[in-house]
């Protein structure tokens, strides 16, 4: 995923590691580049492709609106592989799904590299997406199986810092390969990305989810699991209202390389600063919400987020169709509107976590799937409505409002509380 991944990421509650000392050498440290690696490879995936978008478009004789789309199939399809390979690795494992996974990422990148057509390209995007959600997800999990405690604490937020500072740099490395080669050029590099994960993790990662946990990792437990979540209506609100908060920032990544270098004719140098400066920002913002959280009801915190976010959203919409304020103006508006995703996305997944702790691999599974899905759903409808400025801020408005009806009818924040 994007720059929010960071703020995206449902709750991990870290259990008993299979192994309580480190194997000999294995540091924290170690772990923590590894998995902080793992976990990047999606949010690369996306965002070092996005300077390139207009450049495809012509390469492949489509339009950029369809270009955009490539960005939102790969979100679909990271939901749906969330789905399925979460549970697979708590079946057979962690490697075994990882090193499939990296096999796949590496073949979906090298065709993406070589396709003939659009749609083609949109087909790849999807495998390619459900088969790298085996990096975030698996790794996520090897957390909770090797670390407890403060430890475990500890390496989550260095890894939340490393897929928060990761796809900060993806639209630049893009940006470079794109002034000396074609497009093409950022599969290729992605593939060999996959290639030196696969060989780290059959050299530094042994297997971290043991055969009696993996022997009661049962399909009908995984199905009643997931029957019991679907009859959870708060849950199912819970897990869709991130999604939508995450369409808001998903709208401006998919757009933002056809609004910045097409409408206002920023380099592909610039728009990777921009993209970045944008980055900063959000990551800042996870750290604030980090804060208040520790003093302020997760619930009130959403609320008050979710209400901001469409306000600053409604104020970026009459930018746009006014023709105020030029590029500062947009960029200063539409900032305020993205610092918002990063304190309802975490508190809703919390709220959403705290339901079912009793499945709490499979609640993460399924928050992940809907917010990953429903962002990409909602962010392909920019493409669909032409992919400028207009298209892009509208997708956003209607996305944060639909988050508002999703929190005043289906869950309690808007309701007295008893």
């Known amino acids: 995923m994007s720059t929010a991944q960071l703020a995206s990421r ?33 949010a690369f995936t996306t965002d070092m492709y996005l300077p390139g978008i207009p450049q495809v478009a012509a390469d492949l004789g489509s339009t950029e609106a369809m270009a955009q789309l490539t960005v939102s199939a790969m979100l679909i399809g990271g939901g749906l592989g969330q789905l399925v390979i979460g ?8 490697r075994a799904p990882l090193l499939v996974g990296l096999a796949m990422h590496v073949v979906t990148s ?33 957390v909770r199986d090797r670390f407890v405690g403060a430890e475990a604490a500890r390496v989550l937020s260095r890894l939340m810092l490393v897929i928060g500072i990761a796809p900060m740099f993806a639209p630049t490395i893009g ?14 590099l992605l593939a060999a990305m996959g290639v030196v994960l696969a060989l780290i993790v059959l050299r530094f990662m ?16 995984m199905f009643a699991g997931y029957a019991t979540l679907l009859r959870d209506r708060q849950f199912l609100a819970l897990a869709v209202l991130p999604g939508l908060s995450f369409g808001v920032l998903m709208s401006y990544v998919v757009s933002s390389p056809v609004v910045f270098q097409q409408e206002f004719g920023l380099s592909h140098g610039q728009f990777s600063a921009l993209f970045a400066a944008n980055g900063v920002g959000l990551v800042l913002a996870a750290q604030v919400n980090a804060a208040l959280v520790r003093r302020v009801d997760p619930m009130r915190l959403m609320r008050f987020a979710v209400v901001a976010q469409t306000v600053t959203s409604a104020a970026l919409l009459g930018v746009v169709l006014l023709g105020v304020g030029g590029l500062a103006g947009l960029l200063v508006v539409m900032w305020l509107a993205l610092a918002a995703t990063p304190l309802i996305q975490p508190n809703a997944a919390a709220l959403a976590m705290s339901r079912h ?6 609640s993460a599974a399924m928050i992940g799937a809907a917010q990953s899905s429903v ?5 392909s409808l920019a493409g669909f409505l032409g992919g400028g400025s207009v298209a892009m801020v509208s997708v956003m408005f209607a996305s944060v409002v639909g988050a508002l009806l999703v929190m005043a ?10």
Do not use: Y
Not at 176 to 181: G, K
Not at 409 to 418: I, Q, V
């Open 10 to 42: 449902p709750v991990v509650v870290p259990t008993a590691p299979i192994a309580p000392s480190r194997p000999r050498g294995k540091t924290v440290a170690l772990w923590v580049v590894m998995l902080g690696s793992l976990c990047a490879l999606p």
């Open 87 to 94: 549970p697979l690795s708590d079946r057979f494992g962690r």
């Open 110 to 142: 090298l065709l993406c590299a070589v396709v003939p057509s659009m749609s083609w390209l949109i087909a790849l995007r999807v495998l390619q997406g459900f088969f790298n959600a085996a990096a975030g997800t698996t790794a996520m999990a090897v």
């Open 175 to 188: 940006a470079a390969i794109l002034t000396e080669a074609s497009w093409r050029w950022v599969f290729v």
């Open 206 to 221: 042994p297997e971290t989810h043991g055969s009696e946990q993996r022997a009661a990792a049962r399909p009908g437990r």
């Open 357 to 362: 702790g009793e499945i709490a691999g499979t």
């Open 375 to 379: 962002a990409g759903i909602v962010s």
């Open 409 to 418: 009818l289906a869950t309690p924040a808007f309701r007295r509380r008893r």
